[in-house]
């Protein structure tokens, strides 16, 4: 295992070849600028695996069998940063626009959909359950359903489970936290989302620029703080088929430095700099 002060030899081609891994499996666009930070983020996971060169890691990484280790190529170039009822402005009007409505479909018989499109570590789609239950309360009875998706199984797996440092869940709303979480008695400075708001989020792995298993139409997808990443190309696309995958009258929020420029060839009228609706 390599020491942690060895050089790696980072050269110009070993770069380009990591440019061309992010494009072609996440659409990720690394200027030159990211150069050092490419080598600062990647350099551990060489150590980690043992490998003795950029040139070799990425020689393996290529590989059927490094599958899972471009995983978290990807995860390590890109920031994983979230929190609870993150941009709580988006969190109001779910819960004072959206689900309102979505109650009253699924009161007449109809079905409720939510996305966490870029959920990282699950706080996004638990904040969506949260509110979910606040407005809708029986909803784990009813179609009511919120898919939580990212393209790093690691932190898809952290959502699922549920389990976060304690400290990370004092953004929860007092009422909220008293009725769904609970100290983890396994895992001391722990605490765990819990009781039937857990029938709500289903979180699955899913690559935003690859294709989408997705059969049911949508009335909320937050898909937020991701295009940052993207070319103006793979942006623009994105946009389109979050916007198609929208109910009539659904609702895309979006990161609070992020915009849909093209709003009309994606049927959608701003509402706010970050929200917008799917016309129809």
């Known amino acids: 295992m390599p ?4 050089d790696f030899g980072y050269s110009d081609a070993d770069f380009r070849r990591v440019r061309q891994i992010a494009m072609a499996e996440a659409g990720i666009s690394l200027p030159e600028t990211k150069k050092n930070l490419v080598y600062s983020r990647l350099s551990r996971r060489i150590r980690e695996t043992g490998y003795p060169s950029f040139n070799s890691y990425l020689d393996f990484v290529v590989t059927k069998a490094g599958e899972k280790e471009r995983d978290k190529l990807i995860c390590a170039i890109t920031t994983n940063v979230t929190s609870f009822f993150r941009e709580g402005h988006h969190f109001e009007h779910l819960h004072d626009v959206v689900l309102p409505q979505i109650a009253r479909n699924l009161k007449a018989g109809g079905m409720g959909r939510l996305w966490s499109g870029a ?31 990212d393209i790093n199984r690691d932190v898809v797996d952290v ?9 990370d869940l004092n953004a929860i709303p007092s009422t909220m936290k008293k009725k769904w979480v609970v100290e983890d008695k396994d895992e001391p400075g ?10 709500l989020p289903v979180f699955n792995i899913l690559n935003l620029n690859s294709n989408w298993p997705i059969r049911k139409k949508f009335d909320a997808i937050f898909c937020r703080n991701v295009v940052i990443y993207f070319s103006a190309e793979t942006r623009e696309a994105l946009w389109k088929r979050l916007a198609d995958q929208l109910v009539p009258g659904g609702y895309l929020y979006v ?7 093209r709003q009309d060839e ?14 129809g």
């Open 255 to 261: 990161g609070h430095s992020e915009r849909v420029e």
């Open 266 to 279: 994606c049927n959608l009228t701003a509402e706010s700099s970050t929200i917008y609706r799917k016309r």
């Open 190 to 199: 722990y605490s765990m989302i819990t009781g039937e708001i857990r029938e």
């Open 119 to 149: 959920c990282s570590t699950g706080q996004e789609a638990w904040s969506m359950a949260m509110t979910t239950m606040d407005v809708i309360p029986d909803a784990p009875s009813l179609d009511m359903k919120i898919l939580g998706t």
């Open 159 to 167: 959502g699922r489970r549920g389990v976060y440092l304690s400290q």
């Open 3 to 6: 020491s942690a002060d060895i």
